[in-house]
């Protein structure tokens, strides 16, 4: 691979397309300060991809374009292309001629292309990737660069050895690793997240769960219990039934005739239809059996097909081998042949060579003889040819003039020509950028609107998810506030329910004869229970009932009077009791106090009891103390009045006092209606609860739903902004392309217009000078005469030179092509006998193939002819089950003519059956007794249980009983059956609440959550496969690098000894973790120097160690090109000379582009090209090509000098390792790349900026 040439067009000072073409060897650039050398350099490392203004000399990107001149307008695209010859196949592409451009235009627009192709910068790179060509590599060296290897930081010294070592492409590709492994570390972060909060929800539906399951449980056994049951007592029915239509039937013999043929043969069409069903179920059977014995005969006579085809296959693949292997016997043979021939030629050159060297040093005496003779007449023809010569400059210069000028107007009038072509098209390509400008601004309209509705829906999708979440914390809240008050109330409506149910707070008496006897009948309840009262009067009507609060409502006197009786003869304690009858006292006149009468404040069944009524009937309440006392100290009227106030002081008339504080929830009055509320309230708390839950459930949903839509409308929202922006970047291009369109036409004409008036001036000035050469021809004439004289002694003898030179050059150059030829000879037998060993191999392999094939071919042949017999044996198989289904078609058809024939025998029966007799009335009745029990039975099962009553007690099973139910098979008590009954119904209401839905979601969640922990498992895989190709790249990159840098040791000493004839140098690591990021130390000790760190020599021998190292790099891996931008500018006349010599060496294998001012570097140069600016502001290039440049001697001497000295390093390294000196500051290789590789998470190789 070579670089085949540079065209650049609006780059920095290149306004105009230029183009430089280059040949193998090295080509110098020269030109002034200031002309525009140094900007070739940079459109290379810029095309190459560097994004770094500075390094370009600039402060922004757009810095590169032309900005313009006084006489020329800024152009508003730059653009550079590199061609490079890939015959070689030096790049990995197919191509034979490779050609990579970088565009960029003012909007920031940048574009890369391949062979015309448009591409990404990533592509490029990875296609110079171990090449030796990107833009930090060494094939680009500048002055700068020459003094940064030698810095103590060691930048560019260890890129030179990463290039050189080729694990730029391994740093790259662990870069692209970690980045993947950061994006896969943030989605397990993620899941890690998701599965906990998930984790949490599954454990408390779990605890659900569980409650759900034992209420399932439960549930289930009362079901089959109450089923088992209902069997039971459907069973003993029936069994009465049955009995019963026994004697019914018995009565109706008598009176019916023909009812037993009639039952008979209705018994032949009930036992003959599932006959009938299950023969057409066994033909049904039969036909599907064998439609599907027909499917597997199909597939195995296509298995058939493929073995048939497999086995010919394997057959082409024999013939195909054993001529493939013969083939490679003739190859083999030929190449052996080759080796031959070329052994005995190798000899023949070694001969000849050995032979030479006496001829050439006859030659090179001879040769100095004639140039001393020649040095003598020169002398005397000088003074000769001084006039001639300066009329032939003369004349040669008006000449020099006038083919300029006729260039001029050639190159003007072709000018013209092209500038006419030129803007025909780009006035073309200016209307079509206008269409397609157009076009384009219309999708980026849709865009932006399809981008608007995005954001909006995204906007809002977002709000609602923020809502959703405050809506959640509120709901968790709010769930939690729920259950905690439903906590309390149940707890304490469970207390008063205790408390209502023993009848606590009753006296001893009370109780005893409440919980004897109950509520209904005579005793009709604690008077407290039956009396309802404000709670605001509450107190004021315990103070007034005192004693009675806890007394026992009776119907009579009687009943109280048994009830005492009963107590006393149990000693059970005492107890009051209030009858129901009896008449009531009168109510006095209280309105004039101002209160309330107490038996208005009261209701309920108690509030009528003629006792109550007289207690109350001298009783006011009023609604505070002050009251209560005035209105008793006040009172006139007849008999006693009891003032009561609501706090519960109770004044008599009399002078009584009665009163204190007690407890509000001690008294007896008021606990039935606090119970009933508290149970309502436990009912509203259950139920908000239960909303609260699917209020919770229901948010979760919408959130999980929100977060997923907003997801897929993120990624939607990035694939439409990478659409508007590559829209932008084409809209930018065409507006580009319009107005570059528009400006180059005006221009073109301008020019042109310009064009055709120089053209009109040139002529005249072309006229003139043509009459002046006229004159100086014949003055020319008159000195060549005069000189040719002199000049043909001096011509003889410079023809007797040259022939010598000429003959001496040609031994030396037969020499140098004789050992071209042996090294050539030499490469061509290692290559042809790596060509035997792998033909030999390929050999091997196809001859094993062949076997293999072979050993297939009879496996499938064996396995072919088996499943043909199989066929056949199915074929027969098939037929007989045709058969098998015809008899059973058979079969159903006269089975259905049986059954028709009876049919119409019943009906013939029933026309004539005649009603039931009297006798068979009574059982009639009996069996409608028992279907009504039945049907309620029946009724009741199918209400309960929502299903048939058939389906329900059939599908009971025994196994679905309680395990403590007692029984012997199928059989039970009914007794202990119906109490345990009972006893799993109240284990059941003590349950409490359940969340039935919490099993469905219980398994949603638990799915969703062993789904995220799969992918969880996935992620993870994922992670450690990329850390372990970090680690294997670290590896690989460590071991890579210690082996170049061995290589690269050994030839900077090699040629730092060479170039400074001697001296002392090394390079060697500082030890640490990582040889990747060890700090590197130069040792240079010129001849007779002793210097402790380089920074300490001269600029020149800085500037040599800096290229020892560089072209020791070289050594190990060549570049296809190399820019040196003025880096010979430290050095001297005598260090210039060996630089020179080092690029005429390294040129076989390198292209050198040289920016220099030295004239020695010049010189060497096979090509040379000049950079001026013509108009000011404006490079242009002049090219001049010299013949090929031979080497010198110097130059294979330098070379022999490096080879030896590299040999005498290798032998001197090689035995002080194996006396174990240390060589480098680690080691070993082993120790520089150890097993135990570094964490990559470490990061130690990273990439170089």
């Given amino acids: 691979m070579r670089l085949k040439s540079i065209e650049l067009q609006g780059f920095k000072s290149f306004v105009d397309r230029t183009r430089l073409e280059f040949d193998e060897g090295i080509t110098a650039i020269l030109g002034p300060n200031g002309c525009g050398k140094s900007n070739i350099v940079d459109a290379v490392r810029w095309v190459l991809g560097e994004q770094s203004a500075k390094q370009l000399r600039g402060e922004r990107m757009d810095d590169i374009i032309f900005k313009g001149t006084t006489k020329r307008r800024p152009v508003g695209i730059a653009e550079v292309t590199l061609t490079f010859d890939n015959d070689d196949r030096g790049l990995p592409v197919e191509f034979t001629e490779v050609a990579i451009k970088r565009r960029v235009t003012r909007d920031g627009g940048s574009d890369y292309f391949l062979n015309g192709s448009l591409c990404r910068l990533k592509d490029l790179r990875d296609l110079f990737y171990d090449s030796g060509v990107n833009n930090t590599s060494y094939s680009i060296i500048e002055e700068s660069m020459i003094k940064q290897i030698l810095n103590e930081n060691n930048t ?138 027909e499917e597997e005969l199909q597939e195995s006579q296509r298995q058939a097909l493929v073995l048939q085809h497999r086995i010919e296959e394997h057959e082409r693949r024999i013939r195909d081998n054993g001529a493939a292997a013969d083939e490679a016997v003739a190859r083999q043979q030929e ?140 709901l968790q809240e709010q769930t939690s506030s729920l259950q905690a008050r439903l906590e309390a109330t149940r707890s304490t409506c469970d207390l008063l329910q205790r408390l209502h149910d023993d009848y606590e707070g009753y006296g001893q008496g009370a109780r005893e004869v409440l919980r004897q006897h109950g509520s209904g009948g005579r005793v009709q309840g604690g008077l407290a229970e039956l009396l309802q009262v404000s709670t605001a009067d509450r107190p004021a009507l315990e103070a007034l009932l005192t004693d009675l609060v806890d007394a ?78 005035g209105a008793a100290e006040q009172w006139g009227g007849e008999g006693v009045l009891t003032c009561v106030s609501r706090s519960g002081l109770l004044v008599r008339s009399d002078g009584t006092v009665r009163g204190g504080a007690a407890a509000a929830d001690d008294g007896l009055l008021g606990r039935r209606e606090k119970l009933e509320k508290l149970q309502t309230d436990v009912e509203d708390l259950e139920g908000r609860l239960e909303k609260a839950r699917r209020k919770v459930a229901d948010n979760r949903t919408g959130r999980e739903e929100l977060r997923e839509a907003l997801i897929s409308g993120r990624g939607d929202l990035t694939t439409l902004d990478a659409e508007l922006g ?123 193939e062949s076997e293999v094939a072979g050993e297939s071919m009879t496996v499938l042949g064996e396995e072919l002819t088996l499943k043909r017999d199989v066929l056949g044996k199915a074929m027969d198989e098939r037929g007989r089950r045709r058969q098998v289904v015809r008899a059973a078609a058979e079969a159903i058809g006269v089975l259905n003519d049986e059954m028709r024939g009876w049919h119409e025998r019943v009906q013939t029966i029933e026309k004539a059956r005649g009603g039931f007799r009297d006798q068979a009335h009574g059982m009639e009745t009996l069996l409608a007794t028992l279907d009504v029990r039945r049907n309620n039975l029946e009724e009741r099962v199918e209400f309960d249980h929502q299903g048939s009553f058939q389906d329900l007690v059939t599908a009971v099973k025994e196994e679905d009983l309680p395990p403590e139910l007692e029984r012997d098979g199928d059989v039970f008590q009914v007794e202990e059956a119906s109490s345990l009954l009972e006893a799993k119904r109240t284990k059941l209401g003590s349950l409490g609440p359940i969340n039935h839905l919490a099993l469905e979601e219980y398994e949603t969640r638990k799915e969703r959550l062993d789904f995220l922990e799969g992918q969880r498992d996935d992620v993870e895989k994922a992670r450690d496969d990329l850390v372990k190709a970090i680690t294997e790249i670290n590896r690989t990159a460590r071991k890579r690098f210690m082996a170049t840098f061995e290589e690269v040791r050994r030839n900077y000493i090699a040629v730092f000894q060479t170039l400074f004839k001697g001296g002392r140098a090394d390079l060697r690591l500082v030890r640490s973790d990582d040889p990747l990021e060890s700090h590197l130390r130069i040792t240079a000790q010129p001849t007779g120097k002793v210097v402790d760190h380089v920074s300490l020599l001269s600029g020149g021998e800085r500037c040599l160690t800096a290229l020892s190292l560089l072209f020791a790099v070289y050594l190990v891996k060549p570049s296809p090109f190399c820019m040196l931008d003025e880096a010979d500018a430290p050095l001297d006349d005598s260090n210039i000379k060996r630089f020179v010599t080092m690029l005429r060496e390294f040129s076989s294998n390198t292209q050198f582009l040289v920016i220099t001012h030295n004239k020695l570097t010049m010189e060497t140069a096979n090509h040379l090209y000049g950079v001026t600016m013509m108009e000011p502001g404006c490079s242009s290039i002049v090219s001049v090509k010299f013949s090929d440049v031979a080497g010198s001697a110097n130059d294979s001497e330098l070379s022999d000098a490096i080879t030896a000295r590299r040999l005498d390093i290798d032998q001197h390294e090689d035995a002080r390792g194996e006396q174990g000196q240390e060589i480098l500051e680690f080691d070993t290789l082993e120790d520089a790349v150890p097993d135990e590789e570094i964490n990559a998470d470490g990061g130690k190789l990273e990439a170089s900026e």
């Fill in 156 to 293: 560019e010294l260890r890129r030179l050895l990463e290039e050189g070592s080729g694990i730029t492409k391994y740093k790259a590709r662990r870069k692209e690793t970690q980045r993947k492994l950061d994006r896969t570390q943030q989605d397990l972060t993620r899941l890690y997240d998701i599965i906990d909060e998930i984790g949490r929800e599954v454990r408390s539906l779990q605890r659900q769960v569980g409650k759900a399951r034992r209420h399932q449980k439960l549930f289930k056994e009362i079901r089959a219990l109450d089923l088992s049951l209902a069997r039971r007592r459907h069973g003993e029915l029936d069994i009465q039934e049955a009995d019963a239509r026994e004697k019914l039937e018995h009565f109706r013999t008598d009176a019916e005739t023909g009812v037993g043929e009639l039952a008979e043969l209705q018994a032949r069409i009930e036992a003959s239809r599932p006959q009938l069903d299950e023969r057409e179920a066994e033909r049904h059977q039969l036909e599907e059996a064998l439609q599907a014995f």
């Fill in 726 to 848: 590559r829209l932008q970047v084409e809209i930018a291009q065409a507006t580009q392309t319009r107005d570059t369109a528009t400006e180059r036409a005006a221009g073109m004409e301008t020019e042109k217009t310009g064009l055709a008036e120089q053209v009109a001036a040139l002529a005249a000035e072309e006229q003139a000078l043509t009459d002046r050469l006229d004159a100086s021809g014949r003055e020319r004439v008159d000195t060549t005469t005069r000189r040719e004289d002199l000049r043909n002694r001096v011509d003889e003898i410079e023809l007797d030179r040259d022939e010598a030179r000429a003959h001496l050059e040609e031994l030396r150059l037969g020499r140098q092509r004789r050992e071209s030829q042996l090294r050539e000879a030499e490469t061509t037998l290692e290559h042809l006998r790596g060509n035997v060993g792998e033909l030999f191999a390929r050999r091997e392999r196809l001859a094993e």
């Fill in 335 to 474: 190449i052996e042949g080759q080796i031959e021939r070329l052994g005995e030629h190798r000899g023949t050159i070694e001969t000849e060579l050995s032979g030479t060297g006496g001829e050439l040093n006859e030659h090179a005496e001879k040769l100095s003889v004639l140039e001393d003779r020649l040095a003598r007449d020169r002398a005397a023809l000088d003074e000769a040819t001084r006039m001639n010569l300066e009329v032939i400059e003369s004349d040669a210069s008006h000449r020099s003039h006038l083919r300029e000028l006729q260039v001029k107007q050639e190159n003007r009038r072709e000018r013209m020509t092209i500038l006419a072509t030129e803007r025909d098209s780009i006035l073309q390509a200016g209307r079509e950028a206008e269409g397609r400008l157009q076009e384009l601004a219309g999708k980026r309209l849709g865009g932006t609107e399809r981008r608007t509705d995005l954001l909006r829906d995204l906007a809002a999708r977002e709000k609602a998810e923020a809502e959703l979440e405050v809506g959640a914390h509120e």
């Fill in 552 to 629: 026992v409502v009776v119907t009579d006197t009687t009943t109280a009077v048994e009830l005492v009786a009963e107590l006393r003869s149990n000693e059970s304690g005492r107890a009051a009791f209030l009858s129901s009858s009896g008449t009531h006292g009168t109510q006095a006149d209280l309105e004039a106090t101002g209160g309330r009468a107490a038996a208005e404040v009261i209701t309920g069944p108690g509030a009528e009891l003629p006792a109550v009524r007289r207690l109350l009937a001298g009783a006011v309440i009023f609604a505070d103390d002050a009251a209560a006392v």
